[in-house]
């Protein structure tokens, strides 16, 4: 079966500190991976996508994540943790020609000052 | 980027009647429209896949009687929820998908609290 784990389902990191989100996946086929953000009571905002080409992405408010095709992994980074980042985190796989997007649970990220 | 609109952003209903959330793609054409539920501290949960000028394509588990979905334009998709009861309330978001792109585009969320 098709999925996406998000494993921690809360990341604690000080504010200025380097942050990592995991995602792995597990689907058939190429996928089209991305990162959505969640503010309480708000809508998911887009980070970013990888569809083809360099592994390292580059995303919305300094974000980035690296896909790794060997290890099925999406993780999402960030060099510099800033209190704002606060947020739940979403990783999903876009698989089939609808275009329906499969999501992990979602990772509450909290910096702390 | 592209922007999507839902409305209204909060709702408070008795049980037993119906309400409508609207959803609208601002600057594009949305092919392809899709609705989420989303309970607390959860992921989304996929409840309908709408492309414009067709029916909706449920999940499992989800009713069709009950939820209703019109994508009537490409700018504008409907969920009106029918005969409400406490355990519809949720947040529920729409998302848009330009006849191009792999992303969707969300709207900001319809808090429902069903009385």
């Known amino acids: 079966a098709q999925s996406v784990a998000q494993p921690e389902d809360q990341v604690n990191v000080a504010e200025g500190n380097p942050l990592t989100v995991k995602c792995t996946y597990s689907?058939?086929?190429?996928?089209?991976l991305f990162w959505y953000v969640q503010y309480p009571n708000r809508g998911l905002q887009f980070l970013l996508k990888?569809?083809?080409?360099d592994n390292l992405v580059k995303g919305s408010y300094g974000f980035e994540a690296e896909f790794n095709k060997s290890q099925t992994s999406f993780h999402l980074k960030k060099p510099s943790a800033l209190v704002s980042d606060s947020a739940l985190y979403f990783c999903?796989?876009?698989?089939?020609?609808?275009?329906?997007?499969?999501w992990g649970a979602g990772t509450k990220l909290i910096i702390k000052p | 980027g592209a922007v999507v609109s839902q409305h209204p952003s909060w709702v408070i209903c008795k049980s037993g009647t119906s309400v409508k959330i609207e959803c609208r793609s601002l600057?594009?054409?949305?092919?392809?429209m899709f609705w989420y539920r989303q309970f607390p501290k959860q992921s989304l949960m996929l409840m309908a896949t709408?492309?414009?000028?067709?029916?909706?394509?449920?999940e499992q588990g989800v009713e069709k009687d009950k939820f209703l979905i019109n994508h009537a334009s490409l700018t504008l998709s409907t969920l009106t929820v029918t005969s409400a009861h406490p355990e519809d309330s949720s947040f529920y978001i729409c998302?848009?998908?330009?006849?191009?792109?792999?992303?969707?585009?969300f709207g900001p969320g319809t808090r429902l609290t069903v009385t």
């Open positions: 709408s492309n414009e000028g067709s029916k909706a394509t449920y």
């Open positions: 689907v058939s086929g190429n996928p089209y």
């Open positions: 600057d594009f054409q949305a092919t392809t």
């Open positions: 999903a796989v876009n698989m089939d020609s609808n275009y329906q997007l499969i």
């Open positions: 998302s848009g998908r330009g006849p191009s792109s792999y992303e969707q585009y």
């Open positions: 990888y569809i083809t080409g």
